[in-house]
């Protein structure tokens, strides 16, 4: 007879392993992950995307070789996927998406029988993304809040958490949507919406917000926040002779001042700590406004606040307990030593090299494990790795720094200390001596590195300091444009026979 007592599995007396599988899919980024709950306390022992096994960008799908991995910290005494498809089928019918609400090939389970995985416990979005923040935290109080596109029919939740009880405040459904709305006009732009919102992003620094006032007197009312009609299928050919630089710098203008509202709301139910969750958390120029605004004195974000973390989440909001957050690095691991020698010889003479050590980052950002480096000082530079990696030539590259160095050479926002997982940008202060890493408007998209983050990254940049003088290098993803993060050794001959940069 088995019996569960605070997280940990007893049989006879013997204590076992308590694994937790941790599913989200049949959404634009499927991943899986793995919590051990053993000790009582939550301990990641593997999380990864599934585009980075079936070199499908944001693949909605779960495919067995990443089911293989997982399968090998089996096996599980339970699986939690990440939201309620039944409630998300009502929302459907009210939009009138027939095909979704009665296909039962949209059914996670039918998608799931296809590997033998038996689902046994839902829980509902916004609770997998709030419990993805909060339960990864250092806190033990704070107040949560949770903006996406749309859940089963949330869009915005904000919640206040003390020990292991959350409690849900406040929730705006849809279709009234800043995930959705910001989503539009992504697809306005020529751009791919669930994916590309992050180059809208930094358009929006190459244009003026000419039509701020338009997008509040057709779409927007600010306060309380409310769409005008439902933006699901986009804008149509809403001002079509605008330049797309402008909608951009529009739209994130609006983004901008409607999130600072939903700080404000949060702010109000008193506690000096946030944990900001949902995919428009990525958004890392809103979030230098928002944290700007110093309602909060300690912000969390998880370095993988989209769906791909409500994989990690739901398996928190289902044991509702907290789990020993280490670092992103997660993933598939490529074993062997850091190789920092050779990589500062290949900067020296190449200006730029791939990096394919350790394990795999559990987010959509490189953060020196499948990274591509380069030297950010010389002019060609920033033009040099995106035609590697076949981008538009006006995105820039982010900086990774030394995180002793930061405040010698960035102007970081209110009250962040460092920047460990891209998520704020900040300006530069230091001229235009690293041209590579610096945006339009002056701002850099920054990483902070120190030993307890990415040892063998710390200890190459400490390295390449020594070396050149300079504490940055540019860091960008080991991809190029519509394809995923190298994942394996293969990947990493692949990029090299391809690309003929050298990936170590």
């Not at 029919?153 to 409690?167: N, Q, R």
């Not at 958004?283 to 606040?305: E, M, R, S, T, Y």
Request: charged content about 25%; proline content about 5%.
């Amino acid at each position: 007879m088995h019996g569960r007592i605070r997280g940990r599995e007893v049989s006879g007396g013997k204590e076992i392993l308590m694994r937790i599988l941790g599913i989200n899919c049949m959404n634009h980024d499927a991943a899986m992950a793995v919590v051990d709950y053993s000790s009582g306390i939550g301990e990641v022992l593997w999380a990864a995307h599934a585009e980075r096994y079936s070199k499908v960008k944001n693949d909605h799908y779960l495919n067995w070789a990443i089911v293989n991995e997982a399968n090998t910290f089996g096996p599980f005494n339970k699986v939690v996927y990440y939201e309620k498809p039944f409630l998300k089928k009502t929302r459907q019918l009210y939009a009138t998406q027939w095909a979704d609400a009665f296909s039962y090939t949209e059914m996670p389970q039918w998608h799931l029988d296809h590997f033998n995985i038996q689902i046994d416990e839902y829980v509902k979005h916004h609770d997998s993304h709030a419990a993805a923040g909060y339960f990864t935290s250092p806190f033990k109080e704070a107040t949560i809040l949770t903006v996406d596109a749309i859940g089963e029919w949330d869009t915005v939740s904000i919640s206040t958490a003390e020990k292991v009880w959350i409690e849900r405040k406040e929730t705006i459904k849809y279709p009234h949507s800043i995930g959705i709305l910001y989503s539009a006009f992504t697809h306005r732009c020529g751009l791919k919406p669930a994916e590309e919102e992050y180059i809208l992003m930094g358009m929006a620094a190459y244009g003026e917000p000419k039509y701020k006032q338009d997008i509040y007197n057709d779409f927007v009312n600010r306060s309380p926040f409310k769409l005008k009609q439902n933006l699901h299928r986009g804008l149509s050919d809403w001002h079509p002779e605008a330049d797309p630089m402008d909608l951009a710098a529009s739209i994130q203008a609006v983004t901008e001042e409607c999130l600072a509202d939903l700080w404000k709301k949060a702010s109000r139910y008193g506690s000096k700590n946030l944990v900001y969750a949902g995919g428009v958390a990525l958004n890392c120029a809103a979030n230098k406004v928002l944290a700007n605004l110093g309602l909060f004195d300690n912000i969390w974000i998880i370095p993988n606040p989209g769906d791909a973390g409500s994989s990690l989440g739901c398996i928190a909001a289902s044991e509702k307990s907290f789990i020993k957050w280490k670092s992103p690095f997660l993933g598939h691991n490529i074993e062997g030593e850091y190789p920092v020698d050779a990589i500062i010889k290949e900067l020296k003479e190449n200006k730029m090299v791939g990096v394919a050590n350790g394990k795999a980052e559990f987010g959509p950002r490189a953060l020196g494990n499948r990274s591509l480096l380069a030297d950010p000082r010389g002019e060609e530079i920033k033009d040099l790795v995106n035609g590697i990696k076949k981008r538009q030539k006006f995105r820039p590259f982010a900086p990774a720094i030394l995180e002793e160095d930061v405040n010698d050479y960035f102007d970081l926002p209110s009250g962040v200390k460092n920047t460990p997982y891209m998520q704020y940008t900040a300006a530069y202060t230091h001229g235009k001596d690293c041209p590579a890493i610096l945006h339009y408007d002056g701002t850099s998209r920054v990483q902070t590195v120190s030993k307890s983050d990415n040892e063998g990254f710390y200890e190459l940049l400490k390295a390449w300091k020594k070396e050149t003088g300079c504490p940055i290098l540019l860091n960008t993803s080991l991809n190029i444009k519509g394809m995923p993060m190298v994942n394996d050794t293969k990947d990493g001959k692949d990029w090299t026979a391809k690309y003929g940069v050298k990936v170590l």
